[in-house]
């Protein structure tokens, strides 16, 4: 397991997700931001662990707002066909969560975007990205989960969410699936337009089989990863489902270019 990355045993997530903060120093980066997004994994309406839980992104913000006296948004753009993210922020007690702890929340299905350009991108060399996710410090916060098409979905592929159906639905079908004809190189391209600043991972309980009707891990996995490299990370993450990171492209494909695996 790469250094710049940890992993922290989970007791709670008030107590776990600190831990595993402090662990990588995120105290001092986050006291230097002005603006800090929380990228949640809200695919769906679905329970955690398909979701993050609200428990988590409380212990992320508390401890954001223990050290940082940024501004902090919630982000996310769901990928359920037949719901808009409003819903699915209130579905998961988000909307409570913000008032709460005094948060903004964002749509990114619907916020304004810029047009950025990557020739080197084999599948997006242009890319709609919205604004927001340019201008601030961004902290993806994924669920450990196996996924059929990604064979894992951890920090990078949580910012799929960041895709604006508007151009990325195809079809009528789950907002984000311009991504799915070739899922690996996708998330790859979209993490050299906008790689995460600090990646969490909740593995508190886990899925090894599929990302949104397989089981639960038995017994979960119980771990909390964290790091400032998305890469490692993930990589991290991969080896707690069972996978060798180097078996899994996206993360093969991005060791060395985004970040070091190991």
Sequence with gaps: MSSACHIESFS?????????LDAVGAAEVLARQERVIVKPNLVNASPPPITLPVEAAEALI???RSCSDAEIVIAEGTGERHLETDE??????????????????VDL????????????????????????????????????KAHSLADVTLSM?????????????????WKKS???ARMHEAIFDLNRYRRPDLALVDGAVGMAEHHL???????PVGKIVAGFDPVAVDAAGAGLLGFDWRSVEHISMADGVLGQAD
Excluded: W
């Design 62 to 64: 508390g401890f954001i």
């Design 12 to 20: 709670s997530y008030a107590e776990s997700i600190p831990r595993a």
């Design 213 to 219: 009707g397989g089981p639960a891990c038995d017994p």
């Design 178 to 180: 311009a991504f799915h």
């Design 88 to 105: 699915i922020f209130r579905t998961h007690r988000y909307d409570t969560l913000a008032e709460r702890v005094g948060a903004e929340l």
């Design 109 to 144: 299905n619907h916020a304004p975007v810029a047009q950025l350009e990557n020739p080197g991108c084999d599948v997006f060399p242009t890319f709609m990205m919205p604004k927001l996710v340019m201008e601030g410090f961004l902290i993806s916060a994924a669920v450990l």
């Design 157 to 173: 592929k949580n910012l799929i969410g960041c895709a604006p159906p508007a151009y990325y639905q195809q079809g009528g079908h």
